[in-house]
C-alpha cells in the first residue's frame, strides 16, 4: 500500500503567483500530520486450518526424511484440552449454571467477573508437560490370557465358513501378538502387526499360523483363517492324553513330553497348555529347555513331537514284538495292547536299552533333572536322631508282610468283639 502524505503545497503555490492574499493564505492554511496506512491481513494461517494440520506442521517429517528413517523421535502431539473446564478462562468469569449454582439461599446468583485464577492456569501448562498414561481395558476373567497386559492367551473368532462349512465347535487362540517393523535404505519404516494363533475342535484336530496385518484385528483374523486351512489330525491315547513320551526340538527349543494318567492334569508351559486345551489333551507332563520364550519355534516343537507319534499298533508292527501295558491300577498285571498285524513275532528281541518305553523316542537324550535340595535342618541332632530311627524301621511293615504271604509268619487275626 502506497503511504498518503498531505502537505502544504498547494498554499505555497497560491502564494508565490499571488503576493496580494499571501497573508491571508498563510494564517488560514493548516499542516495537517503525516498518515500511514499499512496492510492488514484479516484472515490466519492458524483460522482456517484444522488442528490435525497445524500439528503435522510440527510434527510431521517430509516423504524424502521418511525414506531415508528420520522421524524417529518425533515430538509428540499435546493435548491443549487436557485440564480444561468449560465456562472457565482467563476473564474470570462466574456463569450460573454452568460454573456455580443458581440460587444461594433465597438469592439468585447472577453473572459476573472475579478475575483471572493462577493456579487453574498453573494446573493446565502442568497436565500438559506431563507424561499420558493409557490405562488398559478391564477384561472379564473368562477373557483374560495370560496377564493382563496381553491378547496372548486369549478367545478370538471362530475361522470364517467356508462353502456349506462353518467349522462350528472349533475353537481359536491367540499364542502371539506383537508390532513388527521394516525398514529399508530406500521405503520408509512400515508398522504391523504379527499374530499367531492355534485352532481346534477339543477332539484331535488342530492347527496353528502366523499372519501381519496393518491392524492387529485384521492379523488375527487372516491367521485364524489360514490356520483353520492348515487343520492336522493329531492322535491321542483313549482320548486324552500321549500315545508315549517323546522329544522334540525346533532351532534352540527343546521339548520334553510325558504322557500321564487321567487326572493328572496339564503341568507344562502356558503356551503349551493353551494348544493342548484347544486340540482335547487333558493329561500330559511337558518340560521346555533352551530358548523358552520363542512361542513360534515352541509351537512349531510341539505340533511336530504330536504329528510324528507312533500307535501301539505301528509300533508293534516295527519291532515285531508285543507291546504290554502295566498300570498300577491293573495291580500291574501285564495286559497286552497291540501285536503284530502279521503274526511273525521276532525270536532276537532288540538290546534291552531299545525296549524301555519311556525313552524309546527321546534319541538318546534326557531332559535336564534337578538334585533334591537339602533341608535347612538337614544338620541338626533330633533330625538325624529321627533319619536314624525311620531307617531302622522302613522295611519293617513291607518285610512282615510278605512273610505271611509265604506263611513264615501267622497272619494277623482281628480281635473279637465281647457282644460276639
Known amino acids: 500500500m502506497s503511504v498518503a502524505r498531505y502537505t502544504v503545497s498547494f498554499a505555497l503555490r497560491q502564494i508565490n503567483g499571488h503576493s496580494k492574499g499571501a497573508s491571508h493564505l498563510l494564517t ?35 516423504n524424502t526424511g521418511k525414506k531415508k528413517g528420520r522421524g524417529k523421535k518425533q515430538r509428540s502431539i499435546i493435548n491443549l484440552h487436557r485440564g480444561q473446564i468449560i465456562g472457565e478462562g482467563r476473564a474470570g468469569m462466574v456463569w450460573p449454571g454452568l460454573t456455580s449454582e443458581t440460587k444461594r439461599g433465597d438469592e439468585i446468583v447472577k453473572r459476573s467477573q472475579h478475575g483471572p485464577k493462577q493456579e487453574y492456569f498453573d494446573n493446565i501448562i502442568k497436565q500438559r508437560g506431563a507424561k499420558q498414561t493409557f490405562r488398559s481395558v478391564k477384561l472379564m476373567p473368562l477373557q483374560r490370557g495370560w496377564t493382563g497386559t496381553t491378547r496372548a492367551g486369549t478367545r478370538s473368532y471362530p475361522p470364517d465358513p467356508v462353502g456349506d462349512y462353518d467349522f462350528e465347535g472349533f475353537e481359536t487362540r491367540i499364542l502371539q501378538l506383537k508390532k513388527v517393523t521394516n525398514t529399508s535404505g530406500t521405503v520408509k519404516a512400515v508398522f504391523r502387526f504379527s499374530a499367531m494363533v492355534v485352532v481346534g475342535n477339543k477332539n484331535g484336530i488342530g492347527g496353528y499360523a502366523v499372519a501381519k496385518a496393518k491392524k492387529w484385528d485384521a492379523a488375527v483374523r487372516k491367521a485364524t483363517n489360514q490356520a483353520a486351512q492348515r487343520l492336522q489330525y493329531l492322535h491321542r491315547y483313549e482320548g486324552h492324553t500321549l500315545n508315549h513320551n517323546f522329544f522334540s526340538q525346533q532351532t534352540a527349543t527343546k521339548v520334553y513330553a510325558f504322557r500321564k494318567e487321567e487326572g493328572y492334569g496339564l503341568v507344562c508351559h502356558r503356551c503349551l497348555k493353551t494348544i493342548c486345551d484347544t486340540i482335547g489333551v487333558h493329561n500330559m507332563y511337558a518340560k521346555v529347555e533352551g530358548s523358552t520364550k520363542n512361542i513360534q519355534n515352541l509351537t512349531k516343537a510341539f505340533f511336530n513331537g504330536l504329528r510324528e507319534q507312533e500307535t501301539h499298533q505301528e509300533l508293534a508292527d516295527r519291532l515285531k514284538l508285543h507291546v504290554v501295558e502295566i498300570r498300577k491300577e491293573h495291580d500291574y498285571l501285564p495286559v497286552v495292547v497291540a501285536s503284530p498285524s502279521d503274526g511273525e513275532v521276532t525270536k532276537e528281541p532288540p538290546p534291552k536299552e531299545e525296549l524301555n518305553f519311556e525313552t524309546l523316542y527321546f534319541d538318546g537324550k534326557m531332559s535336564l ?32 508282610h510278605e512273610r505271611m504271604i509265604y506263611e513264615l509268619e501267622p497272619p494277623i487275626m482281628p480281635k473279637e468283639s465281647e457282644d460276639s
Open 28 to 62: 488560514s492554511c493548516r499542516v495537517l500530520p503525516t498518515v500511514s496506512i499499512y496492510p492488514v491481513r484479516n484472515n490466519s494461517f492458524f483460522r482456517h486450518e484444522d488442528n490435525d494440520r497445524l500439528w503435522a506442521s510440527v510434527t510431521g517429517v517430509s
Open 369 to 400: 533333572q534337578k538334585g533334591k535340595k537339602r533341608p535347612f535342618y538337614a544338620e541338626n541332632e533330633g533330625h538325624k536322631r529321627a533319619e536314624r530311627h525311620r531307617r531302622m524301621l522302613r522295611i519293617q511293615r513291607k518285610a512282615r
